[in-house]
């Protein structure tokens, strides 16, 4: 067989561009608590922004069974964190934990992008 009857196949990945978000480990494993309460393992967590609030953006964080174009991935011990496209330069470097003591329950998001948040800490600039 010669070199020109051989044909080389390559298959190509399409892989979801990664992000700068970071979910602790108390978080993920908050996530799974959740989803497996639910029942569902089809899910992922959807973190964004849109304009809103009292600074001008609000966070976004909630369930989602979609993965859109341009949506960024990553994994942390098998919890898939999604960020639209639009979302990514805000939330570069962000920290989603959880919390749970008296003062306070809940996920926390802490951007280092955020320049000025108001009180309520829903809404950031």
């Known amino acids: 067989m010669s070199l020109q009857d051989q044909t080389v196949s390559t298959t190509e990945t399409q892989t979801a561009p990664a992000h700068g978000v970071v979910l602790t480990d108390v978080a993920a494993s908050k996530v799974k608590s959740l ?3 639910e029942g569902r393992d089809d899910l992922r967590l959807r ?3 849109q304009p809103g609030g009292c600074s001008g953006l609000i966070y976004q964080l909630y369930f ?3 993965t859109l174009d341009g949506d960024a991935v990553r994994d942390f011990d098998g919890v898939e964190v999604v960020v639209d496209r639009m979302s990514v330069p805000y939330l570069d470097g962000a920290t989603i934990d959880f919390s ?3 003062e306070k329950q809940g996920f926390t998001i802490d951007n280092p992008n955020a320049g000025s948040s108001c009180a309520c800490g829903d809404s950031f600039s």
């Open 100 to 102: 749970d003591t008296i």
């Open 64 to 66: 989602d069974e979609r």
């Open 35 to 37: 989803l497996a309460q």
């Open 47 to 49: 973190v964004g922004v």
